[in-house]
């Protein structure tokens, strides 16, 4: 996978993304990532790869100062569409090079993003470098479940799965492991489909 690529790939999917995404037990999984929200005043949230929008129906838009940013501008132009009446800030960004300071947000979050990355470990990098000190990095994405390995099949078909923009075979503990540095997860439980989708929870310590 490389950015090129991807953004070829989520123009096809953009139509359709919500089809696929925005059904069976995906809405009930989202709205549990998001109920972690602490609705204070003035809190900062970043949505990294926001894609069509689906998780910004699960974030208060009144209550908090939400950033989204996307690589593909199709993805971006679908979810604009959806919630042009708010005060949410839509950009276009690598989230493998965010462009914000460090500390800048109190919640970022990173749904169905790491997979998808050429680089996992930079765009972890970035995503916690961007939030401050206590702070929350909310993760719902698929990883080879806990204390497994993928099978023979799926080591076969991952070169195909990649073509379609996704990645299945990422290992969450070495991600982690690679920017581990003042970070506590706090949560990390399966939600989907045998472990491999899960909900996961990074504190940042100040």
Not at 18 to 26: E, M
Not at 50 to 67: N, R
Not at 179 to 191: I, R
Request: overall charge positive; proline content about 4%.
């Amino acid at each position: 996978m490389n950015n090129s690529w991807n953004k070829v790939i989520y123009k096809i999917w953009s139509p359709i993304y919500d089809r696929f995404f925005n059904s069976g037990p995906f809405p009930n999984v989202r709205k549990g990532v998001f109920k972690n929200l602490s609705a204070k005043e003035d809190k900062k949230v970043l949505i990294v790869g926001v894609g069509t929008g689906l998780d910004l129906e699960y974030v208060d838009s009144s209550k908090f100062e939400i950033t989204a940013v996307d690589l593909s501008p199709h993805m971006l132009r679908e979810a604009k569409s959806k919630f042009s009446r708010t005060s949410i800030t839509f950009l276009q960004m690598d989230a493998q090079n965010l462009k914000f300071d460090d500390d800048s947000f109190d919640y970022v979050v990173g749904s169905l993003i790491l997979s998808v990355v050429p680089n996992a470990n930079q765009c972890f990098k970035e995503m916690t470098r961007v939030l401050k000190g206590n702070g929350q990095l909310l993760i719902f994405d698929k990883f080879v479940p806990k204390n497994k390995s993928l099978t023979f099949v799926q080591r076969l078909i991952r070169p195909i799965i990649a073509l379609l923009g996704t990645d299945i075979g990422l290992n969450f503990d070495k991600v982690i492991q690679n920017c581990n540095e003042g970070l506590e997860v706090k949560q990390d439980v399966p939600v989907m489909l045998n472990g491999m989708y899960r909900k996961i929870i990074v504190n940042k310590l100040a």
